[in-house]
């Protein structure tokens, strides 16, 4: 098999590339939108727990369908709704309609990123498949360092409507990309017995994969609700600078973790992930400078990069073609509930005990899921 990555492996990329950053144009705007629907605080948290909601109820038919019915029916499905629901947003000026959307766009996101790293798995030869995977990642957060900024522009210039048909038409560009695309051929025997989602998630590598992902989501369900409103609290003004850092350091792990678990083991990049990202929560907790609260974002970003490409390789090599998007289905699943562990559940910890309390409980969670993994990847020794 040739080690090189075929040119359906770069079109994916630069599909996953749009179909993001169509997505990440919003980011800054959809809180002033909602208010301007006459939603307030409560009503942008709902929007985004929507969202949340459709993913994690959709993983497990979107893994399933991936492997059944192929990758690239589920991109292209994916892609679709990214596009839909940003046209929507425009044609369906009211709250109401606009959560119904959220709620899609998690069904959407489900599809794309189940099928997209399945297909990445797919293509890449078994020696690159770290690297594929990392670069893969890459393109999910590219847009991040311009998409959101230029959106903002947009909007600020040509008004919410036509800011979010410009969304669409670069979600548009991600399906259009998708056309080309071919999958490796696999039998109609094999997608025939494709796995359930329930029957991957009772394999331990992909399970411990699994748990040791949940260390890096709670990290950032954390930072997603609470990394504000405590730079606030103490006076820092980087708050937006800390994404920055993230995204940057996210990008150069990505670069760099793929090569290093293909070179040396998935655990090599896994675990000094894991125990980065619990080090920055720990950073976050105690940051009462905007020196402290960018390295802390930094850590994150590096944690993040190197944990989910040491994680996800781990789930590729672990499952078969037949049940690989059922892998990521579960995998992803996990990771979703992650995030939402970290804004619900520790924002009980964060009303009565202060930020950086649920921080610390963050950086506490990411030891543990560290621990967890390698412990369930350690090598036994054989029987004399």
Known sequence: ????????????LAANLFAWAGLQWV????????????????????????TALGVVVARPAAGRLADRWGRKPMLLLG?????????????L???????????????????????????IADLAPPPRRGEAIGL??????????????????VQAAWGYGNHFLVAS??????????????EPHRPEAEQAKAVSFWSVARMQPIWIAALGGTGVAVAYGAVLSFMAPQAAARGLTAAAGYYTALALALLVAQALAGRLSDRISRR??????????????????????????LAAGAGLGLGWGL???????????????????AAFGFAYACFDLGVGTGSFALGVVAQGHGYAAAFALAALWAAAALTGYAAGTRKRPSAP
């Open 1 to 12: 098999m040739s080690r090189r990555f075929p040119v359906t492996f770069y079109l994916a």
């Open 307 to 325: 944990a989910r490409t040491g994680l996800d390789s781990a789930v590729a090599d672990a499952s078969p073609p037949e049940a690989r998007g």
């Open 268 to 293: 090599a990049a896994a675990l000094p992930g894991l125990a980065i990202a619990g080090l920055s929560m720990a950073g976050l907790a105690l940051a009462r400078s905007n020196a402290g609260l």
């Open 27 to 50: 980011y800054v705007t959809l809180p002033g939108y909602i208010g301007s629907l006459g939603g307030g605080a409560t009503d942008i948290g709902l929007a985004y727990g929507l």
């Open 136 to 153: 893969s990642g890459m393109t999910s957060n590219l847009g991040l360092l311009f998409a959101p900024a230029l959106g903002a522009s």
């Open 93 to 119: 000026p009211s709250l109401l309609p606009f959560m119904l959307v959220r709620l899609l766009q998690g069904a959407g996101l489900a599809a794309f990123t189940t099928a997209y790293t399945a297909l």
């Open 169 to 182: 038409a670069i979600s548009s560009a991600g399906l259009a990309l998708l056309l080309p695309v071919r």
């Open 79 to 91: 892609a679709g709704v990214f596009s839909l629901c940003s046209a929507l947003y425009a044609l």
